[in-house]
């Protein structure tokens, strides 16, 4: 799963958003590590509803412009989850190696200086 796709099934795990919505999510969520571009986000939603993660949800105008809603699809949900369960033992892993490590003081060289 790509990190794109993940926020963005991680967003609408929350629930039905719209686009604009999404960006924002994603970059609140991610903690700012994640900015998507709209042409992004939009190439991600056409791929993520097509392969089935994601339904469309509706649309309203608002201001004039069209508002497009999406959901996420119960196999959206499931390969979330699954992607979460491995991420999570990939940090487990980690930490698990980190902590098996003793961590030694660094030695400090110390030169003797003849007089």
């Known amino acids: 799963m790509t ?33 998507l571009r709209v042409t992004t986000l939009y190439a991600s939603l056409e791929r993520l509803e097509r392969d089935g993660r994601i339904l469309a949800s509706g649309e309203e105008v608002v201001e004039g412009r069209a508002r497009r809603y999406y959901e996420i699809s119960d196999r959206g949900r499931d390969d979330l989850a699954t ?13 698990a190696s980190m902590a098996a490590t003793v961590r030694r003081p660094r030695s400090v060289a110390v030169s003797a200086v003849s007089i």
């Open 3 to 35: 990190e794109t796709a993940f926020w963005i099934l991680t967003a609408l795990a929350a629930g039905r958003r719209h686009g604009y919505a999404l960006l924002s999510d994603v970059e609140r969520l991610s903690a700012g590590s994640v900015t």
């Open 83 to 95: 992607e979460a369960d491995r991420l999570a033992a990939r940090a487990a892993a980690a930490r």
